[in-house]
């Protein structure tokens, strides 16, 4: 379904690129570094199946750790809320996302399910036979929740990661020496890289936001995708830690459940009323 556009939506976009040059693009992944900084879309899609969008709106991003929110909520369907937080914990850190340091504490699991060591055992917990049968599982996941079957996954960024990940690998190591993961270290960051890597426009990302507004209700059709206790634990998630070291302040000056990603991808959720989602390259 085409969107609408709003003259207010486009002030907006237009007032944002002002902030361009006040960041710059992730480079430590070096196929995010060929980012265009210049580019900016949003998407809002509301409970009642309509859209409104500004920028430009073909544009897709990798969705990076806005995919942490959606496989926390595969693995609670797969596993409930005891197993998963028997191997990661609910406490912000205020440290950034790729940070060791707090693992060096006891209990040595991972302080909450949005930093990458959390995100890793999260990952670590979704079920499938192999790492392809777990990473489709995610990948179709998340087309249900877009309600878009045609999102994919870029392999050029999967790749580059998966070659420079050495952090992410030495969080593993760390993980698997303390009990958090017991699997080949290899094999889930395969399927964490892929996970990063699935690759969406503004207004997937807005669907998306949408279903965790809406308590996990699919909002065009009405039906469940997920149970409501599970939407609210995501959505808390997403207002403690989903801006990592920047989760208070964004929390004091915006005030809504949002999941930021390296590849500049932002996902909000306003309860009972729509999503947002917001690429923004810079
Ligand atoms: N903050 C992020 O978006 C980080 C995700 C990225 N794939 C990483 O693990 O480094």
Redesign the pocket.
Known sequence: MPCRTTDELNELVHKAKNYIGGGKV?D??PALAKANPEELSVAIFHDDGTCVSAGDIQQKLTL???SKVLTLALALLDYGEEAVFDKVGYEPTGDP??SIVKLEFSPSKPLNPMI?AG?LAVTHMIKGNNADDRFRRILSFIQQLAGNSSVGYSKEVAQS?YET?D??RALCYFLKQHGVIDEDVEELLNV??KQ?AIEMDCLDLARIGCVFAMDGLEPVTNRRLIPVHVARLCKTFMVTCGM?NASGEFAVRVGIPAK????GGIMGSVPNRFGIGILGLH
Not at 260 to 263: L, N, Q, T
């Open positions: 992730a430590y992944i990076q750790s806005v996302f790729n990458n995100a990661e990940s952090l992410n964490y890289t990063c990592y930021s990603g390296v590849s």
